[in-house]
Nanobody, 116 residues
């Protein structure tokens, strides 16, 4: 069993920055990738960025150039550095982990609010 704990959300003004952290614990063998999703009020959950165990990254178009995903394998932790935040980035951000053969785990989410 895997547990994911996110932190780092909060209120920030437009143009500001936040860094989200997700710490994984439990049975961490056979991980394929970890990533960040977000869900805004009234909208579906969507992929923000993902990173594989060999550090291949993938970003959604709406965050390219502004957000950076990274990982620390020694700490079973991934990060999402968010710069140039916009009001439309307001959402609950969820950490996600996928393992072989078909195991998916979600964190509890951390809220990000971008507002002046």
């Amino acid at each position: 069993q895997v547990q994911l704990v996110e932190s780092g959300g909060g209120l920030v003004q437009p143009g500001g920055s936040l860094r989200l952290t997700c710490v994984a614990s439990g049975s961490l063998d056979n991980i394929i990738f970890m990533g960040w999703y977000r869900q805004a009020p009234g909208k579906q959950r969507e992929l923000v960025a993902s990173i594989s165990t060999d550090d291949i990254t993938n970003y959604s178009e709406f965050v390219k150039g502004r957000f950076t995903i990274s990982r620390d394998g020694t700490k079973n932790t991934i990060y999402l550095q968010m710069n140039g935040l916009k009001p439309e980035d307001t959402a609950v951000y969820y950490c996600h982990l996928v393992k072989r053969p078909a195991s998916k785990t979600w964190g509890q989410g951390t809220r990000v609010t971008v507002s002046s």
